[in-house]
């Protein structure tokens, strides 16, 4: 007769913080990196080579990057030491898009570029 493992008692691990407990930088942060992590995979980033990948998808790679970049427009000025690398990966995310475009779009039109400004 197989055995049935038990489920791990939810009770038994460290404390969950509540929600109102997490400051409102450490929650935007969370959440652009959640993009930035999702929008390199729809690049195919993850894979040993980027046009070969079976997680490219560029219009979701599009719309990740577009959130992304509405996200820290709004938010800069509360994200203090990390607007910095922030804005970075989402430029670095700009500039792979637009390096796996086929026809790439003219500057300051690619994904998020109408929040951050032309992407060189």
Known sequence: MTEVPELPDETAGPPTRELA????????????????????????????DPDESPHRDLDEARRLIEALA???????????????????GLKGLQLAFRESSAAPEE??????????????
């Open 107 to 120: 500057p300051g039109k690619g994904p998020g570029e109408w929040f951050t400004g032309p992407v060189w």
């Open 21 to 48: 407990e997490i400051p409102a930088v450490e929650v935007i942060t969370r959440a652009a990196v959640m993009l930035m992590s999702a929008a390199a995979e729809k690049l195919g980033l993850g894979d040993d």
């Open 70 to 88: 509405g996200l820290l427009k709004g938010s800069v000025q509360y994200l203090g030491l990390h607007a910095g690398p922030l804005r970075d």
